[in-house]
Nanobody, 123 residues
């Protein structure tokens, strides 16, 4: 099992940027596939993107890929989600997840989750 703690959320104006962080502990971080998901109340958890254990491969969900970037620093046991040109529809709770996969949009493929960090995009 791995423990995950997200940070970096908050209130930002449309067009602004945020960088979310997810710090991991409890299991060899450099063996883990990692991912970001987001969820709006009343809707299913949605995949944002994933990154493999060594950080050389990643993906961002198609309609976000021009604005979002995922990265990781294995020396710091941390992954990041850089979000630019934020829109009100990006408002959600953002979760990081860990597992033996990274290229999956299904939450059930990940066995460890953080508590989430709220991102609100509003003027």
């Amino acid at each position: 099992q791995v423990q995950l703690v997200e940070s970096g959320g908050g209130l930002v104006q449309p067009g602004g940027s945020l960088r979310l962080s997810c710090a991991a502990s409890g299991r060899a971080f450099d063996t883990l596939g990692m991912a970001w998901f987001r969820q709006v109340p009343g809707r299913e958890r949605e995949a944002v993107g994933g990154i493999n254990s060594n950080g050389r491969n990643s993906y961002i969900t198609t309609y976000m890929k021009e604005r979002f970037t995922i990265s990781r620093d294995n020396a710091k046991n941390t992954i990041y989600l850089q979000m630019n040109s934020l829109k009100p529809e990006d408002t959600a709770v953002y979760y990081c997840a860990a597992g033996n996969t990274w290229y999956s949009s299904s939450p059930t493929d990940f066995d460890s989750w953080g508590q989430g960090t709220q991102v609100t995009v509003s003027s």
